[in-house]
């Protein structure tokens, strides 16, 4: 799918895509586990190659619809705790990112989302007229 202009200004991720859980993916993890166990013991391979990776590459082709040029901007919402900066073990996303783009993610109240929105949006001059109220 592709948008253009300004058809696709915000995207929503809600949840972590995680693959769907099988007989075949845990066999997949687990081959992982095996061929990459004596070079990366700082953390689970079988994890990190077989859920976190593909995880992580559907999140950012998501994301990645809203900012397509140089001259594109959104915002782009990732609406699961597992992406914040809180400790959520294994589960937590944040980390899985390459750096630069861990940098650009903030933590932001969902309370004081709808606001945060409307002061970027106001930021870069994206309203014809007055922008609408909260």
Do not use: C
């Amino acid at each position: 799918m592709s948008f253009d202009g300004d058809d696709a200004r915000t995207a929503v991720v809600v949840g972590v895509p995680y693959p769907h859980l099988s007989d075949r993916m845990e066999a997949v993890q687990d081959a992982y586990d095996r061929a990459f166990a004596d070079r990366d013991r700082a953390r689970d391979p079988g994890w990190a190659y077989a859920v976190e990776i593909p995880t992580v590459r559907k999140t950012r082709q998501a994301l990645g619809r809203v900012v397509r040029g140089p001259d594109d901007f959104g915002v782009r919402i990732l609406a699961d705790r597992r992406y914040t900066s809180a400790d959520m073990g294994k589960y937590s996303v944040r980390g899985a990112f390459p750096p630069e783009e861990r940098a650009e993610l903030l933590d932001i109240d969902p309370a004081k989302l709808k606001f945060a929105m409307l002061n970027f949006y106001g930021d870069h001059d994206a309203y014809e007229g007055v922008p609408p109220e909260p």
